[in-house]
């Protein structure tokens, strides 16, 4: 089968051709992929801000069809329509048994796209816990953000957005996006902060729907000081914490999203301590999100965040429009790989 493999410099992705993997546990599922989001993450692999393991198949944001089961299957059966929940976890393990898979102490290997193979290819087996049927109402570019909206749902619910919160998302890309339908959805008033010009315009037609929440959209240059401040601030960029702490009222709260594992932030601990403020981290999620992403995404059209889709083939061409090159500028907001060359 096609896939698209990181290259032992663990910074580059190559088209190449290997082994269909196979079913050989029980419990097994046989997806067959039909097209996978790009996520932040992947940029990041590949512009040295996270690390994976070189060799493995990158992408984790994936729909598809389920085309075999192991003897012990029971929540999922050929021909349906299924997201692929990327963090596997072991349910054994201390944390596991206190429910906090997403925090399993075994996940080495575990983690799909990024150290264990994951489904920018054309096929991926999985134990079937890890798969998720799609509900009929829901199309597949649809269920396609769904794994992101879980991880946009869990970060709004843990900084607490509540009817009637002031909330500042900074970083308008499809996680920044997806965080503002969340929050607003919560009954925040939110207001997504972007500096590309052009992602502006892109966020204006997203939200620009009857069924989409009240968003407002504002250039970064022009930070929110005009505005009173929030009781929520976002960062889904990765190392704006110190811009997000200064635009908190007190008692409010800034929550860590983007990941950038090089980021670094200077805070005064005493304004800490004055404001009241809340710093947290809400890390990904964890797996019961997925029946919450779906039946809120069931109203919500979150596929019009998607603005690009290119074949497996085309992979350069579609992390261009990621400004993974210095030359590209953001040109996207969710891109999407389909399983085709
Ligand atoms: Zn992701
Ligand atoms: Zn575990």
Known sequence: MLALSLGDDARSLHLVT???????RPDDVIVRILQSGICGTDRSVLVGKFDARPGVIMGHEAVGIVEGTGDW???VKPGDRVVVNPTLFCGECLECRKGRFNHCVNKANNEIGIDRDGTFCEQIVLPAQFVVPVPDEISTDRATLIEPFCCALSNVTAAGVQPGSRVIILGGGPVGALASIAAALSGGQVTLV???PHRRVLLQGVFDHPDMPTVSILEANRPPESQPRADVVID???????TAVSLLA???TAVVMGYNSSAEARLLPIDILFGEYRIIGAGDYNYPMFQRAFDTGIRIPLERIITHKFGLSEYKQAFGF???NQENAYDALKVVLESRL
């Not at 290997?18 to 050989?24: I, L």
């Not at 889904?236 to 110190?242: A, D, F, M, R, W």
């Open 18 to 24: 290997v082994q269909a993997p196979e079913a050989t």
């Open 73 to 75: 299957v029971t929540n």
């Open 236 to 242: 889904t960029v990765g190392n704006l914490l110190e």
């Open 322 to 324: 990621l400004s993974v």
């Open 250 to 252: 007190p008692k409010g």
């Open 194 to 196: 972007e500096a590309s």
